[in-house]
């Protein structure tokens, strides 16, 4: 069964250090997105991304992240200057296009920001 | 804000047993909401979707209904097994799979 994949399983990075993380949804999926979980808390919606271009983002996505497709296949996260607060699991969905509802997602980086 | 309400505290029940999760919201009307499961330290699983205008739906020991005057939606797991241990998530889709979660409510089922 397809499956959208993620790595780094887990980073540990210090204050202030850029970190990506990286994700390779399903092939013919055509919308991406990135949820994230801090510890024992709810998941929440990062970025959505279609067609090359962010959809919508929360306001938890601020100026020190961004997404990239760089090569059609791959979806990264960037988050530019980590905070302690940034830890968190990050997970990397998709879904094939329109409105088929089933996001599947990936098994998540853990980001541990020192 | 959309507000998700699901129970807090963990549910205990035993093999065999039926088990009903709830998920109250607020300051939404979601045409679709969804339910996932979650293991530890891993993603999230799909496992039913209903709509606004449906009021059941079923998938194998799975029920979900979908009441849009109460606000509510319940998850039922029939004939319940331990391996049905896990959180159980309740999801207002808010347009294209943009999801807003509940914190989940964590099922024990023992032998």
């Known amino acids: 069964e397809p499956e959208v994949t993620q790595t780094p399983s887990h980073q540990v990075t210090q204050m202030g250090q850029e970190v990506i993380l990286r994700c390779v949804p399903i092939s013919n999926h055509l919308y991406f997105y990135w949820y994230r979980q801090i510890l024992g808390q709810k998941v929440e919606f990062l970025v959505s991304f279609y067609n090359n271009e962010i959809s919508e983002k929360s306001e938890i996505f601020d100026d020190q992240f961004s997404v990239e497709r760089p090569d059609g296949s791959n979806f990264t996260l960037k988050i530019r200057s980590t905070k302690l607060e940034d830890s968190a699991m990050y997970f990397c969905?998709?879904?094939?296009?329109?409105?088929?509802?089933?996001?599947?997602f990936g098994e998540g980086s853990r980001l541990t920001v020192l | 804000s959309q507000k998700i309400e699901q129970n807090s505290e963990a549910l205990n029940i035993q093999e065999g047993k039926t088990a009903t999760l709830t998920c109250n919201y607020t300051?939404?009307?979601?045409?679709?909401l969804q339910w996932y499961r979650q293991d530890p330290g891993r993603g999230p699983v799909f496992l039913l979707l209903?709509?606004?205008?449906?009021k059941e739906k079923r998938k194998e020991r799975l029920k979900v209904t979908f009441d849009t005057t109460l606000k509510q939606s319940l998850f039922h797991i029939t004939a319940s097994q331990p391996a049905d241990s896990a959180t159980y998530l309740c999801a207002l889709d808010t347009g294209f799979q943009k999801l807003v979660f509940g914190t989940g409510t964590r099922l024990l089922v023992s032998p």
């Open positions: 209903i709509r606004e205008n449906e």
């Open positions: 300051n939404y009307s979601p045409a679709y």
């Open positions: 969905a998709s879904v094939t296009g329109g409105y088929t509802g089933e996001l599947f």
